[in-house]
């Protein structure tokens, strides 16, 4: 699990890291994406957006996550700034909103009223540690860590049944992809959810996907739209 302190010193050197990086008129563009970040998606009302074009998200050059709220149509984009060897992706704005993304699972928001702090998984939750669908366990346990301002830190435990729905195509920002949809619905004594998983069914990478983040906050649909790859990876 990452740590708070160490979280909040990998989003202040990561922030400055994604625009010292770039110069001139990528630089710019950029920050614009950025601008279009997590604030209309968490809070209040939306204004008019004009969204970027394929092109000029694939020319920025780094890993991007657009996200959603089911009950808005606010979209939010986030660049990766930093990661660890754990699996953890932090993903920021130009504000510092920020969210962690390990595997395909959204483990954390910071900057918010309301943040999910943490996620405890098991070892083999495929949403986490890619796996191709014809493997994935039908049942597993997770544990959701909650961070409220003036309030006590919660955590709430599930139980998820998870079944494949059917084949579908995702289009992702003019990008078609061949994906099975996985259906896992949670539940526990008091409460219940479903998240959906748009999923390559060969290699296990998730490219689209609808979350639970928490009780006082709408279901989110986040969207890879230019993939993390690790450094090592082939």
């Known amino acids: 699990m990452i740590g708070r302190r160490l979280f909040r010193t990998i989003l202040i ?49 780094r890993p991007i996550l657009s996200i959603q709220r089911e009950d808005s149509p606010a979209t939010g984009f986030v660049i990766a700034v930093n990661a660890n060897s754990d699996g953890y992706v932090i993903y920021q704005d130009q504000a510092r909103n920020s969210v962690v993304v390990r595997g395909g699972l959204l483990t954390g928001t910071q900057g918010f009223e309301y943040d999910l702090s943490a996620i405890k998984v098991q070892g083999n ?54 994906t099975m949809r996985v259906q896992e619905d949670c539940n526990n ?28 906050v709408s279901p989110v649909i986040v969207q890879n739209v230019t993939p993390y790859r690790r450094p090592d990876a082939r």
Not at 15 to 28: E, K, L
């Open 125 to 178: 939750d495929p949403v986490v540690h890619r796996t191709p669908i014809a493997s994935w366990p039908k049942t597993l346990v997770r544990n959701y860590q909650f961070s409220l301002q003036h309030a006590a830190d919660f955590q709430i435990s599930v139980s998820c049944v998870l079944r494949t729905v059917v084949r579908e195509q995702v289009e992702i920002f003019s990008k078609s992809y061949d």
């Open 13 to 61: 050197l990561g922030s400055v890291a994604v625009i010292a990086s770039c110069g001139g008129r990528q630089s710019n563009f950029i920050e614009q994406v950025l601008r279009s970040g997590l604030g209309p998606v968490f809070e209040g009302e939306p204004e008019p957006q004009t969204l970027p074009t394929r092109a000029q998200l694939d020319a920025i050059g």
């Open 189 to 216: 004594t008091t409460r219940r959810f479903t998240n959906l998983y748009w999923v390559d069914a060969n290699s296990g990478f998730i490219w689209k996907s609808k979350q639970w983040i928490g009780p006082k």
